[in-house]
């Protein structure tokens, strides 16, 4: 199969054409926070790949071993590292994938399935936050395709219907989360009014026509039909809503949703994956307080719901926290430099990330910082040992790569596109 190309390099154009960028998020457009260029951070990206020579695969995608082990035991299998990703990836911004695999670390597809790529809605002169169509439970990948119909994949291939939500048009967004053991699923559908007819030619343009902003929150469990939780509309008129949720995770107590979501940005997700307050919902969707406090701008939340926050919503200021605010290391930023693509590792004891202007950094609660490869970009952890992430070119994500904590300065190009999604098992 020929190499897929990564859907950042969209992003990067759409923010180059913008004389300024906003996020909105409530009734209100914030002004772009000072971000430099991603574009001018990955030309200084490529030209150091071009002088350490790294060579992606021929393939861009995970590709099935040439000689699989299958005599291995059962129990050696158990212990396998395995990872989920979506292919091709790309920003979250722009990601409609179109399949689902579960990977070794050497960049073999375990197990591997197809899905209809979703529509992503138009939000005017700005770009929709979606949630990723996989999610990791129970020794299992969940995802969803376009139609809203949800399956799961095991390791050894096995693909299984799980239940199918009502989407039913392109303006909608689907967010969902499993319970840690794959028993329980629950999903937001957010819905955008219509797109205005005639299409807005112009950033002025009025970008929807007739009709509200909409919401309504399902619980599902494998093989049964979704149950109707909460519905909520807004009027058009009083502007995007400000307590929009989308389900973002579950963790050991409760499944997690940003509260006061932002629906939509003009900067790419800059490597975030969670867009506001997050918070434990109980069992009929209502939310509680949100994790870290008020003042936690949440980049990511660990399964016991230690969070990673940016501090001030500038990029400079971030701390780990646990679920009552108690702050357990910080991060500061020096000059006029920001941090971006930001990810805490499962044991909570280091936090990986890009710097503007710098190379890409693991730092831990001592503040001793390793650095690491040029060309990486950190998506995540598959243990505490371990950052998973994309090689950087001047066209955007590239290869899926591992830089292991030991060996900081070494990265290993797993040869296919993709965007990290949990560990299925092992790590």
């Not at 890009?354 to 001592?366: E, F, I, Q, S």
């Not at 001047?394 to 290869?399: I, N, R, T």
Request: with cysteine.
């Amino acid at each position: 199969m020929g190499r897929t190309q990564s859907g950042a390099a969209g992003v990067d154009g759409f923010v180059a054409t913008r004389a300024r960028s906003t996020l909105f998020t409530g009734d209100r457009a914030v002004p772009r926070m000072r971000v430099r260029r991603r574009a001018t951070v990955l030309a200084a990206l490529t030209l150091a790949a071009a002088a350490c020579g790294n060579q992606g695969n021929a393939s861009g995608h995970a590709t099935p071993a040439s000689t699989p082990a299958a005599s291995a035991s059962a129990s050696t299998s158990n212990r396998e590292l395995l990872f989920a990703v979506l292919e091709p990836g790309g920003d979250l911004t722009s990601m409609r994938d179109t399949a689902v695999a579960i990977v070794r670390v050497d960049g073999t597809a375990k197990a591997k399935a197809r899905l209809d790529p979703r529509q992503l809605p138009k939000v005017g002169n700005a770009l929709p936050l979606p949630q990723p169509e996989a999610r990791v439970a129970g020794g299992r990948v969940f995802f969803a395709d376009g139609a809203g119909v949800v399956r799961s994949l095991t390791p050894d291939g096995t693909a299984g219907s799980v239940t199918s939500l009502p989407l039913s048009n392109a303006q909608q967004l689907l967010s969902f989360a499993v319970s840690p053991d794959g028993s329980q699923l629950l999903a937001a559908i957010f819905s955008f009014p219509p797109v205005h007819n005639p299409a807005p030619q112009t950033p002025i343009d009025p970008p929807f026509g007739p009709g509200d902003f909409a919401q309504q929150l399902w619980s599902a469990r494998p093989g049964q039909a979704p149950t109707s939780l909460l519905k909520h509309n807004w009027p058009q008129s009083a502007g995007p809503p400000k307590d929009a949720l989308a389900l973002v995770g579950w963790s050991r107590e409760a499944p997690l949703a940003t509260i006061d979501t932002m629906l939509g940005t003009q900067q790419g997700s800059l490597g975030r994956q969670t867009f506001g307050h997050v918070a434990e919902l109980d069992t009929a969707g209502r939310p509680g307080p949100p994790l870290g406090g008020y003042n936690c701008d949440t980049w990511s939340v660990l399964p016991d719901e230690t969070v990673l926050c940016d501090d001030d919503s500038q990029l400079r200021n971030f701390s780990v926290r646990a679920k009552d605010g108690t702050v357990r290391f910080k991060l500061r930023a020096t000059g006029d430099t920001q941090f971006l693509d930001l990810t805490l590792a499962p044991d909570a004891a280091h936090v990986a990330y890009l710097v503007t202007g710098g190379r890409p950094t693991v730092t831990d609660g001592t503040g001793k910082s390793l650095t690491l490869p040029a060309t990486f970009r950190p998506m995540g952890w598959l243990n505490a040992s371990t950052v998973v992430g994309a090689v950087q070119t001047s066209q955007g994500d590239g290869d899926v790569a591992l830089v292991r904590l030991d060996k900081p300065s070494k990265m290993d190009d797993l040869g296919f596109h993709g965007y990290f999604v949990g560990v299925v098992q092992g790590g």
